[in-house]
């Protein structure tokens, strides 16, 4: 199973007047991460846009919040791969602090043309990368082109 973590500390401006982590910021920082991996797996976000002219819309969003953040807290995003379809790819993150599970998310992007924002599959070099990382486990799979 192939998990990416990031770490983070929660800054002051992540966090309501009471310092506690301001659910939006969350999810600033969570497109941060996405944003990291992309670069991990060598598909830095500048080459996919600019030069590639391929976007990664997030399409859905599911979060659970379970504890809360405060400021000054080291998170690990970990972020692992669920499934890859045609266009789709399906994320699933868990966020820890030194307690515990903080929240969870998962997600799914889509490849998209920055010329005619539709959906398009994923170029063989991008899913070949995808594929590599896909976690094993119940309900996760590879779909075919």
């Known amino acids: 199973m192939t998990n990416f973590s990031f770490d983070r500390v929660l800054r002051f401006g992540d966090c309501d007047p009471s310092g506690i982590a301001y659910f939006p910021s969350y999810l600033n920082i969570l497109n941060g991460v996405v944003e990291d991996f992309w670069a991990r797996i060598g598909f830095p976000w500048p080459e996919l846009i600019t030069v590639r002219k391929i976007g990664t819309p997030t ?5 659970d919040f379970s504890r809360p953040s405060m400021f000054g807290d080291l998170l690990t995003f970990n972020l692992r791969i669920i499934r890859v379809g045609g266009s789709s790819l399906h994320l699933e993150h868990i966020i820890s602090g030194a307690n515990g599970p903080r929240w969870r998310a998962r997600q799914i992007l889509a490849a998209t043309s920055l010329i005619d924002h539709h959906a398009i599959p994923w170029p063989d070099d991008i899913r070949f ?3 590599t990382h896909v976690s094993a486990g119940e309900g996760t799979e590879a779909m075919p082109a």
């Open 59 to 63: 399409v859905h969003l599911d979060c």
């Open 129 to 131: 990368a995808l594929i």
